[in-house]
């Protein structure tokens, strides 16, 4: 009997030793096959990917610390994957090593990128610009809830928008209010190329 009680404990430890160093391979080995599925694209791309993967990570984290609800947990995963998805569809379509800055929003988060009147999302068509800054790129659906994708233009796309003036006004906006004002003369953007 006593000899039970002293290798019991002793069992139990090595279990969950067990426990702990599969679950631990088992993450790896599912990172490491997210990983391996990006191989079909450049560094850049499969660079951004693993920023994403990074993120779910952290969202993971923060909700089994019980710092965000359920219901953020679910929003910022789904913006995640759709962020993901549309990564993969302009890499897959361009077949470039390249991708914008992108920004997506659910329906009720347009004023976070997007100044009154705010655009209307069943007005939007793809490849549309909006105040000189971003391009309407899809929506994507992640159970059930809808995000719209934006590419940020960079400084020197926005200066030559402006220059042709190909922007889209947001609907039900006045005309001075669609076009904001030139930038300042003595601090022109610049294109930065690759060396």
């Known amino acids: ?18 426990c702990a160093a599969c679950a631990t391979a088992a993450a790896q080995g599912s990172r490491r096959a997210a990983a391996a599925g990006d191989e079909e694209f450049g560094p850049i791309v499969r660079s951004y990917l693993s920023y994403l993967r990074d993120q779910q990570e952290v969202v993971d984290d923060r909700v089994s610390r019980r710092e965000v609800d359920r219901k953020y ?4 995963s789904n913006r995640i994957r759709a962020l993901r998805e549309m990564a ?3 890499a897959r379509e361009s077949e470039n090593d390249f991708l914008p800055e992108l920004e997506a929003v659910s329906s009720d988060e347009f004023d976070l990128l ?3 009147p705010l655009p209307k999302p069943a007005t939007l068509s793809e490849g ?4 000189f800054k971003f391009r309407y790129l899809g929506a ?11 590419a940020r233009l960079d400084p020197y796309e926005q200066a030559e928008l402006r220059k042709k003036g190909e922007a ?5 906006a006045p005309a001075a209010a669609a076009q904001p004002p030139e930038p300042d003369p003595a601090s022109r953007p610049r294109r930065v190329g690759q060396p």
């Open 1 to 18: 009997m006593l000899r039970a009680e002293k290798v019991l404990p002793g069992l139990a430890a090595a279990a969950l030793l067990l």
């Open 114 to 116: 997007f100044e009154e």
């Open 168 to 172: 889209a006004k947001p609907q039900g």
């Open 128 to 131: 549309q610009t909006l105040d």
């Open 140 to 150: 994507v659906t992640v159970r059930r809830e809808k995000f719209y994708l934006f």
């Open 73 to 76: 947990y679910l929003h910022n």
């Open 88 to 90: 993969v569809r302009i």
